[in-house]
């Protein structure tokens, strides 16, 4: 039997850690020949998780330039992905979550009339502009596809209200959980210097990552203010913060946190470190969608410093609080959650509703029963 032919595009590194499971299971097929198209919107730190899952890009197109727009990002992203396909010719195309390149691979695909695959959708806040541009870029992404790879009966139900049919759409779980359990089972030594250098066992560590575009300025500002407080009035707690390469960013970030001793701001992380980062941190403080999903599967809090979010399945199932912006609430919520043992252990212990570790299984199954039978 002729393989049928399946690209998946990515270019960023959360993109890169979710669709490894996917591409891993995928070649394991007899059905399927894949292939790996990357935009390589995140260059080094894709490169990386490329190398720590032993995947390799067939198609590297490398679009990124220094100050480019999203409209840039969007119209390189297109034009490259037009040779690929046309060198391919795949019959499904797949893409995941809600970045500037799964937009541009769901249109080159519908351009070119070849299916498309998309995997964790359905997330949803209804506001266009939170977050913003992923809202608007998963949505339009749902309108195109043919197959829906929903991470929980939650995002399901959204397809479902927007007309998608109950037939293309498949529950799975989130394919993150599947990486995150795989890795932080194997045995890891950190290769950041300044984390090799903390004693987690001398008090609590807050892992907190702020990044999202929303949040620059103002807003920024204000958590920081909140962390800083935090440090200064809980004896021994310590921040582990990566903080974003966004010159903007850092001109926020820098003057507020870089003096306070038990505050550590690193250079963005490999995905190893950062995951066995998350394995030994008290809580998880972030403005981060997919570390809503992460976090509890390794057992930790995660407090959402936003006002909004797409993944309200945490928030039922009491993995997840929002807190905002607001650095008074920052630090009276992680307070209570540091102080308070009855309310940390059921965080800590709820169910996670995002995944068991096997979505990339689920997802190659789907779709070897459709295209056998198509």
Not at 18 to 24: G, N, W
Not at 120 to 141: I, S, W, Y
Not at 240 to 269: F, M, Q, W
Request: net charge negative; proline share 6%; glycine share 8%.
């Amino acid at each position: 039997m002729e393989r049928i032919k399946v690209l998946t595009v990515f270019g960023t590194r959360p993109e890169a850690i979710k669709m490894a499971p996917v591409l891993k299971t995928l070649s394991q097929s007899e059905v399927f020949e894949p292939m790996l198209a990357v935009t390589a919107q995140h260059r080094e730190m894709m490169d990386q998780v490329l190398d720590i899952f032993r995947l390799k890009a067939d198609y590297d197109l490398g679009i990124m330039k220094p100050g480019q727009s999203l409209t840039d990002i969007m119209v390189r992203a297109l034009t490259g992905l037009e040779g690929v396909i046309s060198d391919f010719n795949p019959r499904l195309l797949l893409v995941h979550g809600d970045t500037a390149t799964t937009f541009a691979g769901a249109l080159a695909a519908y351009y070119h009339k070849i299916d498309i695959g998309h995997v964790e959708a359905g997330l949803r806040t209804r506001d266009k502009f939170q977050p913003f541009p992923e809202e608007m870029n998963r949505h339009l992404t749902g309108v195109l596809a043919d197959h829906h790879f929903a991470p929980t009966e939650q995002a399901a139900k959204n397809l479902l209200e927007e007309g998608v049919p109950g037939d293309r759409i498949k529950i799975t779980g989130n394919t993150t959980i599947d990486a995150l359990l795989e890795v932080t089972s194997r045995p890891h030594e950190f290769n950041c210097t300044e984390l090799q250098g903390i004693d987690f066992a001398s008090g609590p560590v807050i892992l907190m990552t702020a990044h999202r575009r929303e949040n620059w300025g103002k807003p920024l500002e204000n958590i920081c203010k909140g962390v800083l407080r935090l440090v200064d009035e809980i004896p021994g707690l310590q921040v582990i913060y990566p903080v974003h390469a966004n010159p903007l960013l850092r001109e926020t970030v820098y003057p507020l946190l870089g003096k306070h001793s038990r505050i550590h701001l690193v250079e963005p992380l490999d995905y190893m470190d950062f995951a066995h980062l998350m394995a030994c941190s008290t809580v998880i403080l972030t403005d981060s969608g997919g570390l809503q999903e992460e976090a509890p599967a390794l057992d930790k809090p995660v407090l959402v410093m936003r006002e909004k979010t797409e993944r309200p399945e945490g928030l039922e199932a009491g993995t997840v609080r929002l807190v905002g912006t607001d650095g008074e609430k920052i630090f009276s919520e992680v307070r209570e959650l540091l102080e308070n043992e009855k309310l940390y252990r059921e965080m800590a212990s709820a169910k996670n509703p995002f995944g068991d570790g096997k979505a990339a299984q689920r997802i190659c199954k789907y779709l070897e029963v459709f295209y056998l039978c198509t």
